[in-house]
């Protein structure tokens, strides 16, 4: 149990494109959802923190308007990367929460690599 | 500022020894505990979770947590070499908000 998923697990695009990225939880329903990034060797970042139906709480120094965020439904989660650079390349992960009371709990989904050329 | 602090490592430990990982955390509210283990260019996987003070064993692992001193520690037993990976502490502090620790890398050398 505690499923999160991602898609895609990996994409390539060009500078100034747009890339979505899903994270779904398949087997529970995650009122919360967060979104991090990871650079290579270095530790996780929280970038927002998303509940569904409302609009999603962005950490500071996170530009809401490029990295935006919408959760649907109690299993879907979805980050848009808007006009995507190469400073933005890097390892996107996305994790969910059970949400049981003072113990929340998150599970990660498998990540999705970007690279931006 | 909520912090929890880990000692980066790396942590090397021939195989079979047993790995002793710790991590410390500012805000004395805090009332949930999670090891993550994140191998490298992968995403971080829950193997324990700890609330009350004391041991928790699971398998070779055992976390344990003393709340009075504010560490969390993670025992791994018998390591292998399939347990280098980076080791992520987490501390749940309330109102949807997790800190995690930047990592300790772990090598088991076999």
């Known amino acids: 149990g505690a499923v999160v998923s991602q898609h895609p697990s990996w994409v390539i695009c060009k500078s100034g494109t747009s890339v979505k990225i899903e994270c779904r939880s398949l087997?529970?329903?995650?009122?919360?959802m967060f979104w991090y990034r990871q650079f290579p060797k270095q530790s996780l970042m929280l970038m927002a923190t998303?509940?569904?139906?409302?609009?999603?709480?962005?950490e500071q120094g996170v530009e809401k308007d490029k990295f935006l965020i919408n959760h649907a439904s109690l299993t879907l989660s979805t980050l848009t990367v808007t006009s995507a650079h190469p400073e933005d390349s890097s390892f996107y992960i996305c994790?969910?929460?059970?949400?049981?009371?003072?113990?929340?709990?998150?599970?990660f989904g498998p990540g999705t690599r970007l690279t931006v050329l | 500022q909520k912090e929890v602090e880990q000692n980066s490592g790396p942590l090397s430990v021939p195989e079979g020894a047993i790995a002793s990982l710790n991590c410390t955390y500012s805000d004395r509210v805090s009332q949930s505990f999670f090891w993550y283990r994140q191998y490298s260019g992968k995403s971080p996987e829950l193997i324990m979770s700890i609330y009350s003070n004391g041991d928790k064993e699971d398998g070779r692992f055992t976390a344990q947590l003393n709340k009075a001193s504010q560490y969390v520690s993670l025992l791994i037993r018998d390591s292998q070499p399939s347990d280098s990976a980076t080791y992520l502490c987490?501390?749940?502090?309330?109102?949807?908000?997790?800190?995690f620790g930047a990592g300790t890398r772990l090598f088991v050398k076999a």
């Open positions: 998303s509940n569904e139906g409302s609009k999603a709480t962005y």
């Open positions: 994790s969910a929460d059970l949400g049981q009371g003072s113990t929340d709990t998150q599970y």
């Open positions: 087997d529970f329903q995650a009122t919360t």
């Open positions: 987490a501390v749940y502090t309330g109102g949807f908000k997790t800190i």
